[in-house]
Structure formats: C-alpha cells, structure tokens
C-alpha cells in the first residue's frame, strides 16, 4: 500500500510515475520517478519497527535520529550516486509532536550526511493523521506526507515534491509541512 499511495503522492505533486514490473529479482512491481528518457529515479521504501505504532512510547530526538540514518545506510544499495532515488519512511505512530519529531530529524540527518548520501534525492515521510469528517459520531484517516530534499544531491534535483516551503529546514514556532 505505501507503493501506490507513494505513487500517487508524486504524481499529484507533478511527477511522472512509472511501475517496473516484478521479476525473479524483485518479486513486486516497483514504483520509480520518470524524469525524461533515462530510468528516472528510484524509490527505497522503509518501515523501521522504531517508526510503528508499537514502539510509540520510546521515540524521541535520539531514536529518530538513528533510525533515519540507519535507514538512509541500508538504501545504499537502492540508492546510490550510480541509482538516484528517493528513501521513503513510512510509519504509524499517530502521537502529537511525531510529524514534527521526523521532519525535523529528517532536516538534519540530512545536513549531516547528505554530501556522503549525494545520490538520495530526498527523504520522504508518511505518517497516519485523523482528518475531520461531517458527522461528529466518526473519525476519518488520512496520511502526512512530509519530503525534504537533499541539498547536497550530486546534480540539479529533478524531484517535484509540493511547493518550495516544503523543502526548507523548520523554523522555530513552525510546524511540519504536509500533503
């Protein structure tokens, strides 16, 4: 499921969409970016155990922290200066202050290791949210959808991600940008 809501996200965002088809290497159908003739960028998708519902009383700054970057080292072999793409983080800890917890941490991961990682587009959260219905006897679910780009990415940044606010680094007293 985090595939095509991924897809889609890209694609209402602007980007062209492509599937590969599964084969005995990679037994699902894969999403990618098309970015013009060559093969487009990749998508790495990640769900740490650190980012799910169960683990929601141990986040914090530091946890987020080494889950990203672990997540970041174990693309390496998706997405690489050779394979360009984009890591995506999916998660489900709906807990206030969360969405702000990992873009923020995204942001800086970023900073710190984006010029080892130039090969990473962008990193990319999804979050659960509660989203406000008509009827006040229901609850809906939606999804945060929360990219920040790689400013040290090797060569001109191809990802249309949202508006360009998205991409920059959080200012004290804003919250997190979300799709």
């Known amino acids: 499921m985090t595939g095509f809501a991924i897809a889609k996200l890209l694609f ?67 997405i690489n200066r ?32 984006g010029r080892k990682h130039r090969g990473v587009a962008a990193i990319a959260g999804m979050v659960p949210h509660v989203v406000p219905v008509k009827r006040t006897d229901q609850a809906g679910f939606g999804y945060g959808f929360f990219p920040v780009r790689n400013p040290r990415f090797f060569g001109e940044n191809p990802v249309t991600l949202g508006a360009q606010q998205d991409f920059a680094a959080p200012q004290p007293g804003r919250s997190g940008s979300g799709m």
């Open 12 to 78: 209402d965002s602007g980007n062209r969409i492509g599937f590969s088809l599964p084969s005995a290497a990679q037994p699902d159908a894969v999403p990618h970016l098309g970015i013009g003739d060559g093969d487009g960028l990749a998508l790495a998708m990640r769900s740490p155990d650190q980012l799910q519902w169960r683990e929601r009383d141990r986040w914090n700054p530091g946890v987020l922290h080494a889950t990203v970057v672990e997540a970041v080292a174990s693309a390496q072999g998706e």
């Open 82 to 113: 050779n394979r360009p793409g984009i890591l995506v983080l999916s998660g489900s800890i709906l807990l206030p202050g969360f969405d702000q917890g990992l873009v923020d941490t995204m942001h800086l991961v970023l900073r710190e290791i």
